[in-house]
C-alpha cells in the first residue's frame, strides 16, 4: 500500500476524485463501493465539484448495522442516501445495499456476493478505518479469507456507533458486511484516513505487517492501493 500525504482534507479527498474520473471516463458502468461515515464526506464533495457523472455507475453496500433499517437515521443507508446517492443522480435500479432486518443475514451475505460476481466485481472501494484499525465492520481478530458475513462488534465500535444514532436506540451488537476477501480482490482501493485522533492507528498500520490484530494491515498486501492521509493524520 502506497501512503500519500495531503496538507488537507480537502487535497486528499480531490486525488480520490481524480481516481474516479479517470475511472468513469474508462468505464462508465463501474462497480464502486462507498464508505458511509463522515471521511467520506469531503471525498462526496470533491466528487460533486467534479461533476462526475455517476448516471450509469453500480453500486454496492459495504456495510450496515443488524438490525437498523434504511430509513434510520445513523444508518450506513441513510448516511449515503443523503450525502450522495441524493446528490450525484444514481438511478436506483443501480443501488445494492445490504438488508439490515433480512430473516436470514447469511442468506443476503451470500447474495451481496452473488451481486458482486454478477456485476463483474468492484472496480473502485473507498474504505475508512476505525479507531481500533477496522475496516468496514471487519473487526480485530477476523480472518483476511473472509467475504460478506455478520460481524459481532469489537467493544471500540459499539462505543463509537451511538453518536450516529438519537439517544433511544437500542445498543448495538452485530454488524453485515463485506469482508477483507472482497477488498483484496476489488481492482482499485483507497483507505482514507483524515484527523489528529488517527494519528495513533496510523503510525501502527504503517509500522505493522499484515495481521489480523488490525485489520486495515491487509491492505499491505496490495502494492497499488492508496493510504489518502492528511497532515493531521500523518501526524505532521
Same mark, same amino acid.
Given at each position: 500500500?502506497?501512503?500519500?500525504?495531503?496538507?488537507?482534507?480537502?487535497?486528499?479527498?480531490?486525488?480520490?476524485?481524480d481516481?474516479?474520473?479517470?475511472?468513469?471516463?474508462?468505464?462508465?458502468?463501474?462497480?464502486?463501493?462507498?464508505a458511509?461515515?463522515?471521511?467520506?464526506?469531503?471525498?462526496?464533495?470533491?466528487?460533486?465539484?467534479? +461533476?462526475?457523472?455517476?448516471?450509469?455507475?453500480?453500486?454496492?453496500?459495504l456495510?450496515?448495522?443488524?438490525?437498523?433499517?434504511p430509513?434510520?437515521?445513523?444508518s450506513?443507508? &441513510?448516511?449515503?442516501?443523503?450525502?450522495f446517492? &441524493?446528490?450525484?443522480?444514481?438511478?436506483?435500479?443501480?443501488?445494492?445495499?445490504?438488508?439490515?432486518?433480512?430473516?436470514?443475514?447469511?442468506?443476503?451475505?451470500?447474495?451481496?456476493e452473488?451481486?458482486?460476481?454478477?456485476?463483474?466485481?468492484?472496480?473502485?472501494?473507498?474504505?475508512?478505518?476505525?479507531?481500533?484499525?477496522?475496516?468496514?465492520?471487519?473487526?480485530?481478530?477476523? &480472518?483476511?479469507?473472509?467475504?460478506?458475513?455478520?460481524?459481532?462488534?469489537?467493544?471500540?465500535?459499539?462505543?463509537?456507533?451511538?453518536?450516529?444514532?438519537?439517544?433511544?436506540?437500542p445498543?448495538?451488537?452485530?454488524?453485515?458486511?463485506?469482508?477483507?476477501?472482497?477488498?483484496?480482490?476489488?481492482?482499485?482501493?483507497?483507505?482514507?484516513?483524515?484527523?489528529?485522533?488517527?494519528?495513533?492507528?496510523?503510525?501502527?498500520?504503517?509500522?505493522?505487517?499484515?495481521?489480523?490484530?488490525?485489520?486495515?494491515?491487509?491492505?499491505?498486501?496490495?502494492?497499488d492501493?492508496?493510504?489518502?492521509?492528511?497532515?493531521?493524520?500523518? +501526524?505532521?
Amino acid at each position: 500500500m502506497k501512503k500519500l500525504v495531503f496538507d488537507t482534507a480537502e487535497l486528499a479527498a480531490g486525488h480520490a476524485a481524480d481516481t474516479v474520473a479517470a475511472l468513469l471516463a474508462e468505464k462508465p458502468g463501474a462497480v464502486l463501493c462507498l464508505a458511509a461515515g463522515h471521511t467520506s464526506l469531503p471525498v462526496f464533495e470533491a466528487f460533486f465539484r467534479r +461533476g462526475l457523472d455517476f448516471s450509469r455507475a453500480r453500486f454496492i453496500g459495504l456495510d450496515e448495522w443488524v438490525g437498523v433499517g434504511p430509513e434510520v437515521e445513523g444508518s450506513c443507508a &441513510s448516511f449515503l442516501e443523503r450525502n450522495f446517492f &441524493s446528490k450525484a443522480g444514481v438511478r436506483r435500479e443501480n443501488i445494492r445495499l445490504f438488508d439490515a432486518l433480512a430473516p436470514d443475514p447469511d442468506a443476503e451475505c451470500a447474495a451481496m456476493e452473488r451481486q458482486i460476481e454478477d456485476w463483474g466485481g468492484i472496480n473502485y472501494l473507498l474504505l475508512g478505518m476505525g479507531m481500533n484499525g477496522h475496516l468496514a465492520l471487519n473487526e480485530p481478530g477476523g &480472518s483476511f479469507e473472509r467475504t460478506a458475513h455478520v460481524a459481532e462488534l469489537s467493544e471500540t465500535t459499539k462505543t463509537v456507533a451511538p453518536k450516529y444514532f438519537s439517544a433511544d436506540m437500542p445498543p448495538l451488537r452485530q454488524g453485515i458486511t463485506l469482508g477483507v476477501a472482497d477488498f483484496l480482490r476489488a481492482r482499485r482501493v483507497q483507505l482514507a484516513v483524515f484527523g489528529a485522533a488517527k494519528a495513533p492507528i496510523v503510525a501502527r498500520l504503517l509500522e505493522a505487517a499484515p495481521t489480523t490484530d488490525l485489520p486495515a494491515t491487509a491492505l499491505h498486501l496490495l502494492p497499488d492501493a492508496e493510504l489518502l492521509l492528511d497532515a493531521a493524520a500523518a +501526524g505532521a
